[in-house]
């Protein structure tokens, strides 16, 4: 088990308390304790740092996010230094480097691992949080920092029968270390999301048979894997500061060059050659974001992106009618998904499509999974089912804050919050990426947010506060103004886990500030100007 802080938890007091060592909570651990110089310490109930990198061990898990932004900048020299071998690391990859991040500045000393925390409730007396872990140890700390995770809540789909199945069953979320080699097996994928494509590609060329489970057919767009490119780095490790403001300062911060050509603008020639580019380009968001800038806000710009993928599929799946079980018929207006070769997959004659929308599962067996159509023999179940976006982890916290109100309570409807960073009547509780923060990429997002909210506390402490609370009206105010720049984009009219459709029984509700980065940082810094107004200080 990796070097950690003490065992000996019952009693302790902190100023403040750490949720999490995935990105978040690693850099949130290293900015409080090190250069706030405060009494620190962080908790999680993995064995060891990573968060989401840590659990998701399936095959063919890697980033499909530029590695240029998917990465602290705090520390410049390892920002300079650290040579990603690919743009889009494999998992092995991204944990090494949080690993090397967390041993270059001695972070697991001071982390406890396998230690879930189950409550967390504040003592209006004291001003503090009681946090109550898995094994009943009781932890007082003046902050709370919940890094948990924007996609780490797995979403367990319950199947009858599933305990009567004699091989191997996995979630892809929750992958062991000991999981045994799938060649030649016969493979169930269930989920063709972002975890499901990557599990199709690496697994259908040494599966005996891969069968793959869809409900909804997805817009897949190539990935373009390769080395890490040298001028990127060159970009990096010329101008690091600079690199990182330019990246901050777009909508994204994906590290694309944001289109803000209308697609309807140029004729469709024109229009046809910009969409190939990108395709043979790969970059995965880049097809979105790069391509036009009105595809996510107008169906006609959106329409003209759909055909051209659709056209796709057709040209490369040999089987028409397979092709056309394949092609979705809704807008695309989900978080892009990006892999290098999914629909040539299904031109290989050990791997065949499943539609769950002709054919749904009724059970699990003895054997395998059988369907309204057909009973299918399977050695291995993989649920690629995807997670309880956004708000799942938090809600995994039984958290009262004042005057007794549970935050199950407070979100049973859908959830509300102010900047994704405080909760109105929760004082002292601040998140990393919480509901109603920015739609972007995370890592140095998260850097961003973290300093912001520390800075916060800073100001508290200096003039001798010991609660900060957000102003319930300021709060009403902001989820309205992102619910508003939600309604501007096409996203609410699809499915998916970021209105929380994915999970049955989540109330559905946009939970992103849509107005991109540069926008969000304006209006951090106009608070900062008002002198932090739209929170309340208490001594």
Not at 19 to 48: H, T, W
Not at 60 to 76: K, M, N, Q
Not at 125 to 150: K, S
Not at 294 to 305: G, K, V
Request: charged fraction near 20%; charge should be negative; include cysteine.
């Amino acid at each position: 088990m990796p070097a950690s802080a003490s065992n000996t938890l019952d009693g302790l007091t902190l100023e403040v308390a750490v949720i999490g060592s995935g990105v978040g909570g690693l850099y949130a651990l290293q900015r409080l304790r090190d250069q706030l110089g405060l009494q620190a310490e962080a908790f999680d109930d993995a064995g060891g740092v990573g968060g989401t990198w840590y659990w998701n061990r399936y095959p063919g898990c890697r980033v499909d996010t530029d590695a240029s932004v998917y990465c602290y900048s705090f520390d410049e020299d390892l920002f300079r230094s650290w040579q990603w071998s690919e743009r889009y690391p494999r998992q092995p990859e991204v944990l090494a480097y949080l690993n090397a991040v967390a041993d270059k500045h001695d972070l697991k000393r001071s982390i406890h691992f396998n230690t879930r925390i189950l409550t967390a409730h504040w003592d209006e007396t004291a001003a503090v949080w009681r946090l109550t872990t898995a094994r009943g140890e009781q932890v007082a700390a003046r902050y709370l920092v919940e890094g948990v995770g924007l996609l780490s809540s797995a979403n367990l789909p319950v199947f009858p029968g599933a305990e009567r199945f004699k091989g191997q069953i996995y979630h892809a979320a929750r992958w062991p270390e000991a999981a045994g080699d799938l060649a030649g097996k016969r493979i169930g994928v269930i989920g063709t999301g972002s975890t499901g494509i990557q599990l199709v590609t690496a697994l259908a060329p040494t599966a005996g048979h891969l069968l793959v489970f869809q409900r909804t057919p997805q817009y897949v767009v190539p990935l373009g894997c390769g080395p890490f490119p040298a001028e990127r780095r060159a970009q990096m490790t010329a101008d690091p500061a600079g690199y990182v403001a330019r990246t901050l300062n777009t909508a994204a911060v994906f590290g694309l060059e944001e289109s803000t050509t209308p697609a309807l603008s140029v004729s469709a020639a024109a229009r046809q050659q910009v969409y190939e580019a990108a395709w043979q380009k790969g970059g995965g968001f880049g097809f979105m974001l790069e391509t036009f800038g009105d595809i996510i806000i107008s169906r006609e710009a959106n329409d003209t992106a759909t055909d051209f993928i659709r056209a796709k599929i057709r040209q490369t799946v040999q089987d028409p009618a397979l092709a056309e079980k394949l092609c979705p018929r809704d807008l695309y207006a989900k978080r892009p998904l990006a892999v290098d070769g999914y629909y040539d997959c299904f031109n290989r004659d050990n791997v065949t499509l499943v539609d769950l929308k002709a054919a749904p599962i009724v059970e699990i067996n003895e054997s395998g999974i059988r369907t309204t159509h057909e009973d299918i023999p399977l050695d291995v179940i993989i649920f690629a089912t995807g997670f309880d976006a956004v708000t799942g982890n938090y809600l995994k916290i039984d958290t009262v804050g004042r005057h007794g109100r549970r935050l199950q309570q407070q979100w049973a409807r859908g959830p509300a919050a102010f900047m994704g960073m405080t909760i109105a009547d929760f004082p002292n509780l601040f998140m990393i990426f919480g509901p109603f923060g920015p739609f972007t990429s995370q890592p140095l997002v998260h850097e961003y947010q973290i300093n912001w909210m520390t800075n916060l506390m800073l100001h508290a402490r200096a003039g001798d506060y010991r609660s900060i609370d957000t102003d319930p009206h300021a709060q009403e105010n902001w989820v309205a103004r992102c619910c508003r720049g939600a309604e501007l984009t096409l996203f609410p009219q699809v499915d998916s886990w970021i209105n929380g459709a994915n999970v049955p029984g989540k109330p559905r509700a946009s939970m992103f500030f849509m107005e991109g980065m540069a926008a969000y940082m304006q209006q951090l810094d106009e608070i900062v100007r008002e002198d932090y107004a739209p929170f309340v200080l208490g001594r």
